[in-house]
């Protein structure tokens, strides 16, 4: 996928994860640049949903501006930063203030998958507390990559970090992966919420987590990124998760 491509993806992302809930005027996607491994792609600091290729930014691993600047850079860039000089087989980072997902963040009961779809985000979702490492005159905000890269050793190898107070960050082998997990992450959160309301709840096992994600197939995230580009008026781009910037058959 060269760069034009990829911006113009990010920029759906954006879009997709606004309509869904997941981000609101807050939060923010990237991906990791498709030339240049050692660099990311992230919009300047403004609402997801009103996000344009325009106002996409690079910027180095440990978050320093590369290239032209459109504007103001978000001051959380370097959770992006420190996950991708960590963790070079992700592609795709998203920090959120889920509604649904919060609570979680603040209580002792855990998030936990329930349905099928939400088995990505794993069974051992850890909740990182800026406190511990930084005391608690914070504002909760990760504003430099010290605070990024303890973070990192929170989320380990797994796919989300909940942060205490404040939201959660997802990473993905593609963007599509991140977003297809965010998206279903904050389904999840909802239906938890009202099942323990309900009763006791059964939640996938070990093991049915580790059947679903490792049989899920990249047209799985395809048919909902094709839904989800429908409902935010956003060109559908087929196959790209086939070649390029870590679309590959194998996500999943």
Known sequence: MDLNAAIEEL?????????ENVLDSFGHVSIRHPDDPGQFLLSRARAPELVVAGDIMAFTLDGGIVGPEPGKPYSERFIHAAIYEARPEV???VHNHSPNVVPF???DKPLRPLMHMCAPIGGD??????RTGFGDCTNLLVTNQEMGRDLVRCL???NVALMRGHGSVVVGRSLREAVFTSVYM?????MQIKAMSMG??????DGEIAAITAGRAGFTFERGWE???NRVGRPYISGAWETGSGYSRTDG
Not at 11 to 19: C, D, G, K, S, Y
Not at 186 to 190: H, K, Q, S
Not at 200 to 205: D, G
Request: negative net charge; charged residues 15%.
């Open 11 to 19: 920029v759906t992302a954006n879009r997709i994860l606004a309509h």
């Open 200 to 205: 006791e709840v059964t939640f996938l096992s």
């Open 105 to 107: 963040t603040v209580i």
């Open 156 to 158: 380990g190898g797994r």
């Open 227 to 229: 839904n989800w580009c």
């Open 91 to 93: 592609m795709s980072v």
């Open 186 to 190: 904050e389904l999840n959160a909802d």
């Open 125 to 130: 979702i850890p909740n990182w507390d800026i």
